[in-house]
């Protein structure tokens, strides 16, 4: 294999393990652009609700998103997600890693057709 060409399969190897779940990256997508409240990103993403908080206890333990709890009224508490620097970080370099994936499969594919 060509130098100049490197595998694919090395590449995908380089994607973040952590954001190839889909439940965590769906999350992560949508506290990108802005911090989310619990019930925005189950309405979005139409997950049960235990899933919605375990994976993101696991991007929290994992540095890549932190959370407010603010008290309202009664016991009810607003759960509010935010993407850290690291997070945004492993984001961005999920994309691009995904990019180059995706650009040498299409070259692998166009040769082939």
């Not at 235990?50 to 993101?56: E, K, L, T, V, Y």
């Not at 850290?84 to 180059?100: N, Q």
């Amino acid at each position: 294999m060509s130098t100049n060409n490197p595998s694919p399969y090395r590449t995908a190897f380089e994607l973040d393990y952590i954001l190839q779940d889909p439940s965590r990256l769906s999350i992560m997508m949508i506290c990108a652009t802005a911090p989310r409240s619990f019930t925005e990103v189950r309405h979005t993403l139409a997950m049960n609700p235990g899933a919605i908080s375990q994976q993101a206890q696991y991007l929290i333990d994992v540095g890549y998103l932190t959370r407010a709890i603010q008290a309202t009224t009664g016991r009810m508490h607003r759960t509010t997600y935010y993407l850290t620097h690291d997070g945004e970080e492993a984001l961005a370099l999920y994309y691009r890693v995904s990019a180059k994936v995706t650009r040498q499969l299409r070259g692998i594919l166009s040769r082939h057709s």
